[in-house]
């Protein structure tokens, strides 16, 4: 049967270590700082999470099921190609974004010099308006591995509607 809801929820989250040799991508944006994402790909943890908030209101399977991080095609890939393939499945089962609300959680760099480019660049990868993507950062007040400055996360809240 096929599902008919008039919108959808999706929550997304991505977490990964930061190591000194690495670069620090977020939201398809290399910002300055000593240390970046030991990941797979890019370890863009904000695309990361968005892929998963989207594929998660559609009920698909996850980002780690459709690019697997033993599979040496995703090695360093940009993250733009996973929200891609989210906005591709979230159109081809008739939705589009409602909003999408995002938090990053990385103690530095700060982020708020580079809010505006992130919901840029997100709006254009989900074919929506800028007013539809919000960007907050927060520190973690020097509390575990985020607060340390050793890892980075996000949390992404996706609404889809029917089109």
């Known amino acids: 049967m096929a599902n008919n809801n008039?919108?959808?929820?999706?929550?997304?989250?991505?977490?990964?270590?930061?190591?000194?040799?690495?670069?620090?991508v977020v939201g398809g944006i290399r910002l300055e700082h000593d240390r970046g994402c030991d990941a797979h790909s890019d370890g863009d943890v904000v695309y990361h999470a968005v892929t998963d908030a989207v594929l998660g209101a559609l009920a698909k399977p996850d980002i780690g099921q459709l690019f697997p991080d033993n599979d040496p095609r995703w090695k360093a890939a940009d993250s733009r190609v996973f929200v891609e393939e989210a906005t591709r499945q979230?159109?081809?089962a008739g939705y589009a974004i409602g909003n999408v609300d995002v938090t990053v959680i990385l103690q530095r760099p700060k982020l708020g010099p580079h809010k505006m480019t992130v919901r840029e660049n997100l709006a254009g990868l989900l074919g929506c308006e800028v007013e539809q993507v919000n960007v907050k950062g927060k520190t973690h007040e020097h509390v575990d591995s985020l607060g340390e400055n050793r890892s980075i996360a996000c949390h992404v809240v996706a609404l889809l509607v029917r089109t």
Request: net charge negative; hydrophobic share 30%; no cysteine.
């Open 90 to 92: 979230m159109r081809e």
């Open 6 to 24: 008039p919108i959808r929820i999706g929550h997304g989250f991505d977490l990964h270590r930061l190591e000194p040799g690495h670069d620090l």
